[in-house]
């Protein structure tokens, strides 16, 4: 499972949404919660404020309450109504008055407070009900003197935490759906997110059973760079086989004249040893060739750029002393900042094979040209000599015509240029040159 891409992504989606809404979950309860409390405080105080506005101190410092029917709250006139109040002095257990909703119910024990401090707590009564307890230090100046009390008031936890219940219930449980909705969406669209992945996988088992050449279909940006790349090498591939295929082919014909020179030499014992130094050195360079031939590297983006003026230039050199008999002028028109990615063998295969040709057939004059566009690579070899007949075109490209391509003539070495731009997946054209001659143009793309 840890295998799967989908099971990681769709883990990793659920641990997170299920981390993310918890801890929402939680900071909203505790927010609610913390509100909640602090609403029931406020509310207790402005209840303390109106009780000690009810409250009257006489001359001699007693203490008296409004009737009943007259309390702030009505609450405080109902038994067991959960609001209560009481009375008391500072540092004295006795109480001087208490509401009459605790008249049936003892009061809770009342603690030391200073002139005007509030106090806050949490008690549990008898009854096991949950109590929020306000205590307000207060006092009375008259004419005899200054009198301090103390004024609590009690309030059942019991609604605030049937509010926090009944919140939470519906915040967990719209927290869930939401889980749930959202955890559908995320499966679904990694679902559909991830069915380019999928059909890639479904064309790669149709390639290996055959069924299919290649990846077909259109896909996304991020994946048709990974199918264009398997596709490349697949077309390589194919390449590769097919040139393995055809070197052998040629070796084996190749091979076929030496072979039959040996063996009519054992009719003529006096010049044998001349006849197989002679023809083992034959084939010793035909398997040579043969070798450089099927070996022609694949276009590759990893491969090192090439100057493609550099080995123009090392090649020229030689082919003009070769042929310094013809006078022929040679102008090497390629752009000196011209770099393609291939291998540098393949590439003098290519230029050594056209301008020997060039060379061979051309009246006076060659033109060597070379430039990009975009990411196109043109190269163009040029000559005034009598050209190619439009319908000889295609037969000097096929191969099998010359499987010994060490004939001189025209056109040698053409197929295997022919295998060596097909292998880069360039093309190779013969048009009629400016010159008046031939013109060889090669496209590479990269």
Same mark, same amino acid.
């Given at each position: 499972?840890?295998? /799967?891409?989908?099971?990681?992504?769709?883990?990793?989606?659920?641990?997170?949404?299920?981390?993310?809404?918890?801890?929402?979950?939680?900071?909203?309860? #505790? +927010?609610?919660?913390?509100?909640?409390? @602090?609403?029931?405080?406020?509310?207790?105080?402005?209840?303390?404020?109106?009780?000690?506005?009810? /409250?009257?101190?006489?001359?001699?410092?007693?203490?008296?309450?409004?009737?009943?029917?007259?309390?702030?709250?009505?609450?405080?006139?109902?038994?067991?109504?959960?609001?209560?109040?009481?009375?008391?002095?500072?540092?004295?257990?006795?109480?001087?008055?208490? =509401?009459? =909703?605790? &008249?049936?119910?003892? *009061?809770?024990?009342?603690? +030391?407070?200073?002139?005007?401090?509030?106090?806050?707590?949490?008690?549990?009564?008898?009854?096991?009900?949950?109590?929020?307890?306000?205590?307000?230090?207060?006092?009375?100046?008259?004419?005899?003197?200054?009198?301090?009390?103390?004024?609590?008031?009690?309030?059942?936890?019991?609604?605030?935490?049937?509010?926090?219940?009944?919140?939470?219930?519906?915040?967990?449980?719209?927290?869930?759906?939401?889980?749930?909705?959202? &955890? %559908?969406?995320?499966?679904?669209?990694?679902?559909?997110? @991830?069915?380019?992945?999928?059909?890639?996988?479904?064309?790669?088992?149709?390639?290996?059973?055959?069924?299919?050449?290649?990846?077909?279909?259109?896909?996304?940006?991020?994946?048709?760079? &990974?199918?264009?790349?398997?596709? *490349?090498?697949?077309?390589?591939?194919?390449?590769?086989?097919? $040139?393995? $295929?055809?070197?052998?082919?040629?070796? *084996?014909?190749?091979?076929?004249?030496?072979?039959?020179?040996?063996?009519?030499?054992?009719?003529?014992?006096?010049?044998?040893?001349?006849?197989?130094?002679?023809?083992?050195?034959?084939?010793?360079?035909?398997?040579? $060739?043969?070798?450089?031939?099927?070996?022609?590297?694949?276009? /590759?983006?990893?491969?090192?750029?090439?100057?493609?003026?550099?080995?123009?230039?090392?090649?020229?050199?030689?082919?003009?002393?070769?042929?310094?008999?013809? #006078?022929?002028?040679? =102008?090497?028109?390629?752009?000196?900042?011209?770099?393609?990615?291939?291998?540098?063998?393949? @590439?003098?295969?290519?230029?050594?094979?056209?301008?020997?040709? %060039?060379?061979?057939?051309?009246?006076?004059?060659?033109?060597?040209?070379?430039?990009?566009?975009?990411?196109?690579?043109?190269?163009?070899?040029?000559?005034?000599?009598?050209?190619? /007949?439009?319908?000889?075109?295609?037969?000097?490209?096929?191969?099998?015509?010359?499987?010994?391509?060490?004939?001189?003539?025209?056109?040698?070495?053409?197929?295997?240029?022919?295998?060596?731009?097909? *292998?880069?997946?360039?093309?190779?054209?013969?048009? =009629?040159?400016?010159?008046?001659?031939?013109?060889?143009?090669?496209?590479?793309?990269?």
């Amino acid at each position: 499972m840890l295998n /799967s891409l989908y099971f990681r992504l769709n883990f990793t989606a659920i641990l997170v949404l299920v981390i993310f809404l918890t801890v929402t979950g939680t900071v909203l309860d #505790n +927010a609610f919660v913390t509100s909640t409390r @602090l609403a029931l405080r406020e509310r207790m105080l402005g209840q303390m404020y109106q009780l000690l506005g009810a /409250s009257m101190v006489d001359e001699s410092g007693r203490l008296t309450m409004p009737l009943p029917s007259s309390l702030p709250y009505p609450q405080l006139a109902l038994p067991d109504s959960g609001l209560y109040a009481f009375i008391g002095t500072n540092g004295n257990g006795t109480l001087l008055w208490r =509401s009459p =909703s605790l &008249l049936n119910r003892p *009061a809770p024990p009342p603690f +030391a407070l200073h002139v005007g401090e509030k106090h806050w707590t949490d008690i549990h009564l008898a009854d096991g009900k949950e109590y929020c307890l306000l205590g307000f230090g207060f006092q009375r100046t008259v004419k005899s003197g200054i009198y301090p009390f103390n004024f609590y008031l009690l309030g059942e936890l019991a609604p605030l935490h049937q509010q926090v219940a009944s919140y939470r219930q519906r915040l967990w449980g719209g927290l869930a759906v939401a889980a749930v909705i959202m &955890l %559908a969406t995320q499966i679904w669209v990694l679902h559909w997110g @991830l069915g380019p992945l999928r059909r890639v996988r479904r064309e790669l088992n149709a390639i290996e059973a055959g069924e299919h050449p290649q990846i077909n279909g259109r896909y996304p940006k991020e994946v048709k760079q &990974l199918t264009d790349n398997i596709n *490349a090498l697949l077309i390589q591939e194919r390449a590769r086989q097919t $040139r393995y $295929r055809n070197a052998l082919s040629d070796l *084996a014909h190749s091979l076929k004249t030496p072979l039959a020179v040996l063996l009519g030499a054992t009719d003529q014992p006096e010049s044998l040893p001349e006849t197989v130094t002679e023809q083992s050195t034959r084939m010793l360079h035909i398997v040579e $060739r043969q070798l450089q031939r099927a070996g022609a590297a694949n276009y /590759s983006t990893t491969a090192p750029p090439v100057a493609i003026y550099g080995v123009a230039e090392r090649i020229i050199i030689p082919l003009g002393k070769v042929y310094r008999n013809k #006078n022929i002028s040679l =102008s090497n028109r390629i752009d000196p900042d011209l770099l393609f990615r291939c291998d540098e063998a393949d @590439l003098i295969e290519i230029l050594g094979n056209l301008l020997d040709n %060039a060379y061979k057939w051309s009246r006076s004059h060659i033109e060597i040209l070379g430039h990009r566009q975009n990411r196109q690579v043109t190269l163009s070899i040029h000559d005034n000599g009598p050209g190619i /007949s439009a319908r000889h075109i295609e037969h000097i490209l096929q191969r099998g015509g010359r499987a010994d391509e060490s004939t001189p003539g025209h056109g040698i070495g053409l197929s295997v240029v022919a295998d060596i731009v097909d *292998a880069y997946q360039g093309r190779l054209r013969i048009e =009629s040159s400016f010159l008046g001659g031939a013109a060889v143009i090669i496209e590479f793309w990269g």
